[in-house]
């Protein structure tokens, strides 16, 4: 079996536009490139493939959650040092993955992304602050930006984990996840260039009481 040393994996779905940087960017920093095709009916899974991606294609959408799982569960097959995440649509450049990977060989056991917020609209700000206020408060591990789909963790880390959600929850799950195991953190600042305005109140909402759910053993 091949040693890889740091696998990134990447859920898409109908990512055709962005998924062809965002592979051949992170191919830059990792040893192999996980994408997860959650059910597009676009060209994703052809243009990540071509790109130097291992694509895993379902045909049906499953949600950003389930995808994770799935992506996850290879890359601990393939017993690498380092599991990174990423979002398929660009908006977190891969550029930052050997500063994820320093803060790992300096101790850490997961690193997560704390965006630059300054140029997000009012109320993506508020959402995103008051959902990591009160995720630290039923699960306290000091992050500060609960939101961000960039991180990177060992792989006895990623062994550990216990991961259910299904959609976006899947935020918060990786926060109870830290919270149950006493994972030691630490975090990554970068920029973000671009925003999609998709995400709503309703969502926080429904992560917020996925992690009540999980918190009090409901799930």
Do not use: H
């Not at 499953?62 to 908006?91: C, E, H, M, N, W």
């Not at 993955?97 to 992304?113: C, L, M, R």
């Not at 918060?172 to 999609?196: L, M, P, Q």
């Amino acid at each position: 079996m091949k040693l890889y040393k740091v696998i990134a994996i990447i859920p898409a779905y109908n990512e055709e536009k962005n998924i062809g940087k965002t592979v051949k960017a992170a191919k830059k920093y990792v040893d192999k490139v996980i994408v997860v095709d959650d059910g597009s009916f676009d060209n994703t899974s052809k243009i990540a493939r071509k790109s130097g991606a291992e694509v895993i294609r379902y045909e049906e959408n499953k949600g950003v959650g389930f995808a994770s799982r799935t992506g996850l569960k290879k890359a601990i097959s393939l017993k690498p040092y380092i599991i990174v995440f990423l979002d398929a649509d660009g908006q977190l450049n891969p550029k930052y993955i050997p500063e994820f990977v320093k803060e790992i060989k300096k101790g850490s056991d997961y690193v997560y992304g704390k965006r630059n917020l300054r140029n997000y609209p009012i109320n993506r700000k508020i959402g995103n602050w008051s959902l990591t206020i009160l995720a630290n408060l039923f699960c306290p591990t000091k992050i500060r930006d609960v939101e961000c789909g960039f991180r990177a963790f060992t792989y006895k880390t990623a062994k550990k984990m216990d991961l259910r959600a299904m959609e976006y929850e899947r935020e918060v799950d990786f926060i109870y996840e830290i919270w149950r195991n006493k994972i030691k953190v630490s975090y990554v600042e970068i920029n973000v260039t671009k925003f999609y305005p998709k995400a709503a109140i309703s969502r926080g909402l429904k992560n917020f009481w996925f992690l009540i759910k999980r918190r009090f053993n409901l799930i």
